[in-house]
């Protein structure tokens, strides 16, 4: 068991409080425990490469001026900012919402959206050059005021986690940029809405609308553990975005990124819905200084549930993807992107297709670079989703053999037992 008792006075949203705790053995073959307080859960050895080498605790030791209780997305980043990178618990309590302020309090003078567009209609400024000028700087002044608002900096070795079946982030954006040892669990995260997406007439044949901000972001960081989250666009899907010069003004990025030599993650028993790009490991075919022999991720008993792409796309890292349960909708893509030098290891996962989208939509090849699939399951049925890629794209097919075997697993599921147990446990609401 754990005693508990807080001194603190709420201040800017933010609670000091004190904790004692039991050590006591992990739960469900996933956690260390200390007593029933998921706040000092600790990722256990041999889950996923997040467990590799040092492993990861958070903030699992953290003394109690170090535990935190917040209530505002202001005493978030005032708990992140507070004692360094001692370990720290920061315990989010309700939902924090991080984009209170409207599109108007971030827009530069002069910044006029009804002007961008007139000035850079592909009618005017065609789809040869990006936009350059006067209200595509205003554009870029304005977004980097709204990022100041809804990116939160997590530190080194700080759990955070909710509290109650509420707690969560709306339009923020937690960056955990060049960190070692962090653990996220048990929130709900609503995407954030970018105000100022930038026009790109050079995007595709007919441009495209480019924003910013993930939910989250693993970037140059190691020793990670994501865990019984939902990532959602909750009230703003993109199906409520308008349209402009034909293109979807996409005001989301993703809800997850592991990028720029981030490594050792491992992401569990989360929900992943409603979005379109929505994993990616690995954010660029020209970054082999920093991302080779990195971007090690494993990805276990999470949902992806009507997603358009991404489920994750892959450079460079040694992906090890099993048991997750994948439900497509109408505007499915694919699940699995096979990108440069990447290493995906996918067994026994289950997918739910809707009536008219084949097996040979769940793999997409950006590069021929080889990948392990065997024991997975589509509709029920025991599918060979390389055979199945290749039927289909008969002249651009995929290779089998990763070249690599995953170690570090707690335990395997058969596939067709996935989609129960994943419905029973994934999510915020399901942490225990």
Not at 12 to 25: H, Q, R
Not at 106 to 128: K, N, T
Not at 313 to 318: A, C, K, T
Request: glycine share 12%; charged share 20%.
């Amino acid at each position: 068991m754990s005693t508990r008792r807080c001194h603190g006075r709420v201040i800017s949203g933010l609670v000091g409080c004190t904790a004692l705790a039991l050590v006591v053995t992990g739960t469900a073959g996933t956690a260390h425990a200390h007593g029933r307080d998921t706040a000092r859960q600790t990722l256990a050895a041999g889950d996923g490469w997040g467990s590799a080498t040092t492993g990861t605790t958070g903030g699992a030791a953290a003394d109690a001026a170090h535990v935190y209780t917040v209530t505002t997305w202001a005493g978030l980043k005032a708990a992140f900012a507070d004692g360094g990178t001692a370990p720290k618990i920061v315990r989010i309590r309700g939902t924090l919402d991080a984009d209170g302020s409207t599109c108007d309090d971030f827009a530069a003078d002069g910044y006029d959206f009804d002007r961008y567009l007139a000035d850079y209609d592909p009618a005017v400024w065609g789809y040869e050059n990006e936009v350059s000028g006067e209200q595509e700087d205003l554009r870029a002044a304005s977004a980097t005021a709204q990022a100041k608002a809804v990116k939160a900096d997590v530190p080194a070795n700080t759990t955070i986690v909710g509290v109650g079946k509420d707690a969560g982030i709306v339009g923020g954006s937690l960056q955990i940029t060049g960190v070692d040892n962090v653990i996220v669990r048990g929130l709900t995260l609503e995407s954030p809405l970018d105000c100022f997406p930038q026009w790109d007439p050079t995007d595709g044949d007919t441009g495209n609308w480019n924003s910013e901000y993930d939910a989250a972001v693993v970037h140059g960081s190691t020793h990670v553990w994501l865990d019984h989250n939902t990532f959602t666009d909750g009230d703003h899907p993109d199906s409520t975005l308008p349209t402009y010069y034909g293109r979807l003004y996409q005001q989301h990025d993703g809800e997850l990124d592991i990028v720029k030599g981030a490594d050792l993650v491992t992401v569990s028993w989360n929900v992943f819905e409603d979005h379109d790009k929505t994993l990616m490991i690995g954010n660029s075919d020209g970054a082999a200084a920093t991302d080779e022999g990195r971007l090690r991720v494993t990805l276990h008993h999470n949902l992806f549930k009507n997603l358009v792409e991404r489920a994750p796309r892959v450079r460079f890292g040694q992906v090890d993807a099993y048991n997750n349960w994948y439900v497509a909708n109408a505007d499915y893509g694919y699940s699995f992107g096979i990108g440069f030098k990447s290493q995906l290891y996918a067994e026994k996962n289950a997918f739910t297709l809707p009536e008219g989208i084949g097996a040979g939509s769940i793999l997409h090849r950006w590069n021929d670079y080889p990948l392990t699939a065997k024991g997975n399951v589509v509709n029920g049925v025991g599918t060979d989703l390389i055979a199945a890629y290749n039927a289909a794209n008969a002249s651009a097919p995929l290779r089998s053999g990763a070249g690599w075997t995953p170690e570090l697993r707690l335990r395997v599921d058969p596939a067709k037992s996935v989609p129960r147990l994943v419905a029973r446990d994934a999510g915020a609401a399901h942490l225990r």
